[in-house]
């Protein structure tokens, strides 16, 4: 499909333009040709104030996506649900719905989709779990779970299923946003969990190779090491990729190597801007 397309992101955990906010979390509108899909909707501290700023009507969405289950993509669902008119179809993996936790020396901390938002996805949504990712328009898909083939990209950090820390959970439920534009890809990330080189193959799988033009969200390498950082740089050779918008929990080191690495290729953006994409 040809023809522009617009990201505005509405929420970030930085903020652009007078009267908008910044939060921990992520929450894009994409539109083009008159759809208009919804890609996580952040911690729902800023969603519905950073909305109206942007003349962005949630009730005019007709498709929610969520990246994964984490709070900080999903604690606006019932405020987007309560929004619609009708049951608005979610698209999202099973596990996306599992309770969610974080384990560090400070203990186990509930990190999943608050409980009000479960309800809402059970009694306002028409709600459409997939593994394997969906199709949510044309030339607009999800992901669907994303193999681990890199070890270079196994996390650090202990996320778990239970409270007691016990059960590991490998966030199966991550999965990224594909929109093909023309002579290209524009691939949209939550959290990245899975490992954005793991993502990007797994990418490239479902596209039959098509050249990934954007790469924008989450790249969660906030607490990579420099090996890693370097070894991401090598594998992203591989796509010659045009432009960067590195977000959210991609980390300070990340995004200033990213910068000095790829000079003119990686941009930043805040809740309220606005991306075109046009090729
Ligand atoms: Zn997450
Ligand atoms: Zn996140």
Known sequence: MNGSFTVTLLAENTAEGRGIRGEHGLAFRIERDGQRILFDTGQGLVLTDNAARLNVELAAVDALVLSHGHYDHTGGVAQVLAAADRKLPVYAHPAALQPKYRATAGGVREIGMPAV???ALDTQARLI???TGATIAEGIRTSGEIPRIHPEEASDEHFCLDAAGQVDDPIADDQALIVANGAGIVVLLGCAHAGLINTLDHVRGLTNGAPIRAVVGGLHLRSATPERLEWTLRELQRFDIAQFYPMHCTGFAATATLWQALPGR??????????????
Not at 266 to 279: N, T
């Open 129 to 131: 779990l997939s593994t």
């Open 266 to 279: 990686v941009q930043m953006a805040g809740a309220g801007a606005s991306l075109e994409f046009d090729f």
């Open 117 to 119: 938002c479960r309800q």
